[in-house]
């Protein structure tokens, strides 16, 4: 198994290019599934998490290919509307192809995605709103299974802002008959990418962005041809390893209006940045002050970087408070942490990370995806060499991250 040796102390400098953003580009790529031709959608990082979701797309029978960064698929042969459970467990986004196909297809047959290492994620709001829409659903040996003629326009209200949620919904909507709204929809800039892709095939959506979303439904839709917004959990997190660094580096295609909540907690926290016309320079300067942070659905602060936020304040001037909303059981990397000397307190939601001066190196385990981020910021810092298992969770969503740290300066290497 592969792991991650990071050699610690080093200052980032230098410029780094932010990819193309891993949970934009999975329901757009789903998106292809609702016209019969060849789409292209472009700017895709090469992630484990992509070529899941085109293996699910050429398992259906689609004709898949990426190169260059750009995903091409040919959905007219796709005859297999199905996701299997192989698939699915190693992708819980694999359930955004179940609104496109029961909109298409007027059935589908998609795995339940099981638990996850950082919280139960049922789909209950899923399925809630397809039956709305007329859907018959039921459930046998693990699997959903939906049916529908044609799916009709509903007025959906969610529970609590959920993105997939939000994004299977505005895809089947595309192809329904008569208007849907969905109310208190997530509002994440993945929702309105997803819905700008949707609009360029000829959908009819409004109000994506805010938490009404009206879709009036039309009879077809053109391939697609898209180009995704770049990532900002990977510009987050880059910003966070400069500034726990002391670093000065510069983010190209990097869009700094998607990263107003971090970037708010980062200045809070001392780092500089500066809009530039190349990109977003962000300055470490300093010992990290600390400051609190609760995760929250978009506009808050994402917990896609309470993780690597985590990381930060444990090297903090003072105490810092972290709240977990979002997910029941997503605090696994502060056990890891404080393998490397780091001083945290979980009491349910909450983290209490008391500020140390000094991290050292360690073995330590990846557990999810942005666990393992944060445990490679805290490596950055850290005195000697830390060594990170199950590297695998790194490249679900990060392309090339020893690469792209190497060229800042750091000293990590891909080891086995
Ligand atoms: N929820 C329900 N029922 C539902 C759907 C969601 O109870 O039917 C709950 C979830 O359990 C959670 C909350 O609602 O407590 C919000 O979850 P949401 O549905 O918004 O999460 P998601 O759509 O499954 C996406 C991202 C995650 C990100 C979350 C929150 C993709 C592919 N995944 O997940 O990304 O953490 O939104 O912003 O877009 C990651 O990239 O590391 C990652 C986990």
Not at 95 to 104: D, E, K, N, S, T
Not at 352 to 376: E, F, Y
């Amino acid at each position: 198994m592969e792991k991650l040796l990071i050699k610690g102390g080093v200052r980032l400098k230098g410029e780094v290019a932010i990819g193309g953003s891993k949970n934009a580009c999975l329901p757009i790529m789903a998106a292809s599934i609702l016209s019969g031709g060849t789409s292209a959608v472009k700017g895709v990082p090469a992630l484990r998490d992509v070529l899941t979701l085109a293996k699910l797309l050429q398992n259906m029978g689609a004709k898949c290919e990426f190169h260059n960064s750009t995903f091409e698929t040919d959905t007219a042969p796709l005859d297999n509307p199905e996701a299997p459970y192989g698939l699915v467990k190693t992708m819980r986004a694999s359930v955004l192809v179940l609104g496109p196909l029961i909109a298409r297809y007027g059935r589908a047959r998609v795995s339940l995605p099981g638990g996850c290492a950082i919280g139960a994620r049922p789909i209950n709001m899923h399925l809630a709103g397809l039956k709305k829409m007329g859907a018959g659903i039921e459930l046998e040996e693990g699997y959903v299974l939906a049916r529908a003629d044609r799916l009709r326009g509903a007025r959906i209200c969610f529970d609590i802002p959920t993105v997939t949620g939000t994004e299977n919904l505005m895809m089947a909507a595309a192809l329904a008959r008569g208007e849907t709204v969905l109310e208190n929809s997530a509002r994440e800039p993945e929702v309105v990418d997803l819905a700008n892709a949707l609009v360029t095939m000829g959908a009819g959506i409004e109000g994506a962005g805010t938490d009404i979303i009206k879709i009036e439904g039309v009879d077809g839709l053109k391939p697609l041809d898209y180009r995704v917004i770049p990532d900002r959990i990977e510009a987050a997190t880059f910003a966070a390893a400069s500034a726990i660094t002391g670093g000065d580096i510069l983010m190209k295609n990097c869009r700094p209006e998607h990263l107003d909540a971090v970037l708010i907690k980062l200045k809070e926290a001392g780092a500089e940045m500066a809009a530039t016309p190349d990109g977003l320079r962000v300055i470490g300067d300093g010992r990290p002050r600390a400051v609190n942070i609760t995760t929250m659905p978009y506009p808050g602060f994402p917990t896609d970087m309470q993780a690597q936020f985590m990381a930060l304040m444990s090297v903090a001037d003072g105490t810092s408070i972290i709240s977990e909303t979002v997910f029941e059981n997503r605090f696994m990397h502060a056990p890891e942490l404080r393998r490397m000397g780091a001083d945290i307190t979980l009491q349910g939601g909450l983290a209490t990370v008391k500020g140390v001066q000094k991290l050292k190196g360690a073995q330590v385990m990846a557990t999810d995806l942005r666990a393992s981020a944060s445990l490679v910021i805290a490596a950055l810092f850290a005195e000697g060499e830390t060594v990170i298992d199950r590297l695998y969770h790194l490249d679900r969503g990060y392309e090339r991250m020893e690469a792209k740290l190497r060229a800042l300066g750091a000293v990590a290497e891909r080891i086995r």
